[in-house]
């Protein structure tokens, strides 16, 4: 125990900690193996359930992508934990058939479940983490789970699948390997997306995702994401590219790359139809008692910000719902996005662009992902073929009209 105590001295902190955490976690999963054998050898159910092991699977494949886990590691290692969890259920019944049964126990679905769903996450995302130093591996694994009723064949096998966790070197070969494409949406920006439930989504990236996963020969996953997390949860690698009308501006580029441009428009007010000569420049527009209507944490709230030093800004946390505050007269106008303006004119007869023809900036939109020089590439070969075969102006056209 010395000698081991002095190795552990001799560590990096930062590599100690996360390699401690992450056998302490599994520990405490396979802990609760106990109380959910209890759970089952009280409700007569049985050890094996195959179609909730694939669940747990399928999840935890699809948490670990977040971290850049290949699919075939992270698979192969959350099965050696399912495999050594049914063993130690296993030993419990033997016990219990042998001697005393336990009278009650801790509800599997309200409680204890809840716990393993969580520390299985917690896991996944410290395996990316993990060192592969060896000597280290098999110091600390042998010490850190000591569990009733856990076989030496079954640590073995955890033990082994933990080693054989790797990364993909880059989100191109993550997509192409795992056969998954992971699009980030706002779900809240027509024309290009929009969805009324959280759940299913609609648009012209939605179209291009679409076209895209097909191109790819993958398949497409929707994450939800939102304008003031968007750059965060690219960071976070809850997705892999970001297909939601998203502006081409230097903040966003100092932290990831950009597709070529598919969308070229700017800034324009809209306003009600009544009242468009009110609002026909910038500076008529910035004066005070002007109530400008914006969204957070995208590029409407940034010009707002930059630009109008005296009229109101009145922030709005829905964007699909606000069109409908300046009709019902709480608020006077919104600037935005050219085509969103048009759009919402077509959708709604009492609203009119008041600068019909001129934009307030120039902006250009594209898809925004990792900075990873062979994803974009892909995109840019897809994106040059969508539009040289006129799918893109079939799309947006589509869905203007």
Partial sequence: ???LLLFLLLLEPSTLLADEMLYRLINQRLSLMEQVAAYKWINEQPIAVPEREALVISKAVDDGLRYGITTDSSGAFFWSQIEAAKDIQQCWFDRWTAGQAPESAEDLVAIVRPKLILLGSEITSRLAEKTNDRTLFNRLFSQDLPIDCLSEGAHQSIFNALKSVTTYPDRHTQVMDSRRLR????????????????LSFTGVDIDLALNLAESLDVELVFIKTSWPTLMNDLADGLFDIAMSGVSIIPARQQHAYFSAPYHVGGKSPITSCSRVHEFSSLEAIDQPGVRAIVN????NERFIDAKLKQAKKI???????IFDEIIKGNADLMITDSIEVRLQANLHPELCGSMPGETLTYQEKGYMMPKDPALRLEVNQWLEEVRSQNILERIFEQHLN
């Fill in 183 to 198: 699009v980030g949406t706002t779900g809240d920006y027509a024309p290009f997306s929009y969805s009324g439930d959280g």
């Fill in 315 to 321: 922030l709005h946390q829905d964007n699909r719902t």
């Fill in 1 to 3: 125990m010395i000698r």
């Fill in 296 to 299: 957070p944490g995208g590029t």
